[in-house]
């Protein structure tokens, strides 16, 4: 048992073993802001829908994506959410709320993304 141990650890140290890895990805499957016409001024919050993919060997427990929001005047506005839960090989959807102040959302894009075990 200890000669197994052992070896998992040099394995790890080396970099040579893959054996548990928790990693994953993250993609944005859509976003909409809406525009009211009767006012003539866009939403102040552009909702954005995001896959998140476990492409290791094992649970993701938590996982953190920050989103970067650019606007048509230039401005751009960040935000983060989190979920818990993904086994190996599945993925889970979600959604959240990005304040922009009213300003017109020209892109979305993922921006940092991190996972724990």
Do not use: H
């Given at each position: 048992?200890?000669?197994?141990?052992?070896?998992?650890?040099?394995?790890?140290?080396?970099?040579?073993?893959?054996?548990?890895?928790?990693?994953?990805?993250?993609?944005?499957?859509?976003?909409?802001?809406?525009?009211?016409?009767?006012?003539a001024e866009y939403?102040?919050?552009?909702?954005?829908?995001?896959?998140?993919?476990?492409?290791?060997?094992?649970?993701?427990?938590?996982?953190?994506?920050?989103?970067?929001?650019?606007?048509?005047?230039?401005?751009?506005?960040?935000?983060?959410?989190?979920?818990?839960?993904?086994?190996?090989?599945?993925?889970?959807?979600?959604?959240?709320?990005?304040?922009?102040?009213?300003?017109?959302?020209?892109?979305?894009?993922?921006?940092?993304?991190?996972?724990?075990?």
């Amino acid at each position: 048992m200890v000669l197994i141990v052992a070896a998992l650890a040099l394995c790890a140290l080396l970099g040579g073993c893959a054996l548990l890895v928790a990693e994953g990805r993250c993609e944005i499957t859509g976003w909409e802001q809406e525009y009211y016409e009767v006012l003539a001024e866009y939403s102040s919050f552009v909702e954005v829908r995001f896959k998140v993919t476990n492409t290791g060997s094992i649970d993701i427990d938590y996982y953190k994506v920050w989103f970067e929001v650019r606007c048509a005047d230039g401005s751009t506005f960040q935000e983060w959410t989190n979920g818990l839960g993904v086994s190996p090989g599945t993925y889970v959807t979600d959604s959240t709320l990005i304040d922009v102040a009213r300003r017109q959302a020209s892109s979305v894009r993922v921006s940092k993304f991190e996972v724990e075990n």
